[in-house]
């Protein structure tokens, strides 16, 4: 399994960032696929998941609203669209492959994507 994301950077409060996460090793279509991440000093957190096929979504509620997942299956790669982006949402985002919807994470972590949120 390797996943490699991408599209971090450094924006301003309110602002929208892509990010995306190429994923190889494994059959894509076949696993539900999430987002992690990761502020200084925190632990891992749950971001937002989307099912294999890509009919169901979840997020977490301090996202819900701001953040959209969404997968490409024929490029075997998962996105999340984060707007009006806020100071707290600064952090190491990390994609994840998952058994189901909110099942068990196959273990795999890519380096991941920086994320900073600031004026």
């Known amino acids: 399994v390797k996943l490699v994301e991408s599209g971090g950077g450094l924006v301003q409060p309110g602002g929208s960032l892509r990010l995306s996460c190429a994923a190889s090793?494994?059959?894509?279509?076949?696993?539900?696929m999430s987002w992690y991440r990761q502020a200084p000093g925190k632990e891992r957190a749950f971001i937002a998941t989307?099912?294999?096929?890509?009919?169901?979504?979840k997020y977490a509620d301090s996202v819900k609203g701001r953040f959209t997942i969404s997968r490409d299956n024929a490029k075997n790669t998962v996105y999340l669209q984060m707007s009006s982006l806020k100071p707290e949402d600064t952090a190491v985002y990390y994609c994840?492959?998952?058994?189901?919807?909110?099942?068990?994470?196959?273990?795999?972590w890519g380096q991941g994507t920086q994320v900073t949120v600031s004026s």
């Open positions: 994840s492959a998952r058994t189901s919807l909110l099942g068990s994470l196959l273990g795999s």
């Open positions: 090793g494994f059959t894509f279509s076949s696993y539900a």
């Open positions: 989307i099912s294999s096929a890509g009919g169901s979504t």
